[in-house]
Each structure stands twice: as C-alpha cells, then as structure tokens.
C-alpha cells in the first residue's frame, strides 16, 4: 500500500521544480515517477483480475503512464528558454489522474468482496 502515493509524490515534486525553475531536477523526478508510475498500473490491474477494483483504475493508471513519458520527452529536448508548457499540463493532468486512483482505491464501496466457496 506504501507504494501507491509514490508517484504521485514524485510528480508532485517534479512540478514543485518546474515551479522553482529547477527544470534539471524536476526531469530526475519525472524520469523516477516513470517506472513508480508503470508499478502503480500494473497493481492497478492485477487488483482489476482479481476483481477488487473497477476497469476505470488500471485505464487511468496506464493514461499516467503515458502522460509521463509524453512530459519527459517533450522536457528532455529543451536545451534552453524553459520547458514546454504542454509538459506542465501533463504533469498537472497526470496528478489530477493519480488523485481520482488513490480516491478510488480508498473508497469502501469501489472494492468487492470475493464470494468464499
């Protein structure tokens, strides 16, 4: 359970950088949020297999996944004058997304109970 707010920590981190400037250190959070990210998503579904989730969780993990590698290609070309504003916007909505998975994981009512035979 402890590594399911990890990526949404570590792009939180990296959008704290962006904010700051710090556009070298935010591109090490996003290229750590990465793999945290994919870990995130395959949880997701494996929790979808065993039916104690909905579909919808594993769609938005994966949907993060890909916002991140998008933010972390379009940042990584950017030598000079900033980073792209669509890679902030990516990083935002992949926040956004993060927080609608760990809502729905805390949710009593998103878990099923499987029958006991």
Not at 34 to 54: K, N, Q, T, W
């Amino acid at each position: 359970m402890s590594r399911r707010p990890l990526p949404a920590l570590l792009v939180l981190a990296a959008l704290i950088s962006d904010v700051g400037r710090a556009h070298g250190l935010a591109l090490t959070f996003l290229l750590l949020a990465i793999p945290a990210a994919f870990v995130l998503a395959l949880d997701c579904y494996g929790d979808a297999l065993e039916s104690r989730c909905s579909r919808i969780r594993p769609a938005l993990g994966g949907l993060s996944v890909l916002l991140l590698v998008l933010s972390a290609a379009l940042r990584s070309a950017a030598v000079t004058g900033g980073v792209p504003a669509f890679a902030v916007s990516a990083l935002v909505l992949a926040l956004l997304l993060y927080t609608v998975v760990l809502i729905g994981a805390l949710l009593p009512g998103a878990r099923t109970v499987p029958e006991s035979a």
